[in-house]
């Protein structure tokens, strides 16, 4: 079945740091992928999203790359500031209704 | 901002009570979902509804009982809850156009303590 698996956390980064989030997914098909972003005490929030291999899904200095071949959607930043302290989250979507989520990785970023 | 708002955000209940929880989403979208929380697990899906028909009910025990009048409002009736059942319950919603890509949209959560 599909599944998403995201690198443990916790990450702890200082600021100005770069970031990286590594997400591979399963999928029988062409799913979507999408990062969603949990800041504390808060809902998921969509960050960014892809629909098909080699698009690149941007938003607020974040990007990830669908990259078919390597089944990934690695989340990066090239400078993180203490307002990007949240949990992160990978999914994909196969089906309209049906979404897989990882279990999510918290960033923390220290001044 | 937020299109899609719960109610209440913390919600404190003994084994015994009876509570419901509350979602409205005002973008107009198609269908709604009920997710679980619970720390360090992934999000656990509980029941979807498209145009206002439940199409998925993923095992869930039959104290949660979910409730969807309209479009825009979504329910979930708690009785009889179980210490384990503590948890983020948030609530989301999506556009479901047929032959696009869904995005979900979530609300904000209630943060649930059975006693």
């Known amino acids: 079945g599909d599944s998403v698996t995201q690198m443990e956390g916790p990450v702890t980064l200082s600021e100005e740091a770069f970031l990286t989030i590594n997400c591979t997914y399963t999928?029988?098909?062409?799913?979507?992928l999408f990062w969603y972003v949990q800041y504390p005490g808060e809902g998921l929030q969509l960050l960014l999203k892809?629909?098909?291999?080699?698009d690149k899904g941007s938003n607020k200095g974040f990007e990830a790359t669908y990259r078919k071949e390597t089944t990934s959607f690695h989340l990066e930043k090239g400078s993180v500031q203490v307002s990007d302290s949240a949990v992160y989250f990978c999914?994909?979507?196969?089906?309209?209704?049906?979404?897989?989520f990882g279990t999510g990785t918290s960033l923390t970023v220290i001044p | 901002e937020t299109g899609v708002t719960q109610t209440p955000r913390h919600l404190v209940m003994g084994m015994t009570n009876k509570k419901s929880l509350k979602c409205e989403q005002h973008?107009?979208?198609?269908?709604m979902y009920w997710y679980k929380q619970s720390a360090k697990k992934p999000l656990e899906l509980m029941f979807v509804?498209?145009?206002?028909?439940?199409?998925e009910n993923n095992s869930v025990p039959s104290r949660f009982s979910p409730e969807c009048p309209n479009s825009s409002h979504l329910f979930l009736h708690l009785h009889t809850l179980q210490p384990e059942d503590s948890a983020l319950y948030l609530c989301?919603?999506?556009?479901?156009?047929?032959?696009?890509?869904?995005?979900?949209?979530f609300g904000p959560g209630t943060r649930l303590t059975v006693l």
């Open positions: 989301a919603s999506s556009p479901r156009r047929l032959g696009g890509t869904d995005t979900q949209y």
């Open positions: 999928a029988t098909g062409y799913p979507s």
């Open positions: 892809a629909t098909k291999a080699d």
């Open positions: 999914a994909l979507s196969e089906t309209g209704n049906q979404f897989y």
């Open positions: 973008l107009g979208h198609n269908a």
């Open positions: 509804y498209n145009f206002k028909e439940q199409t």
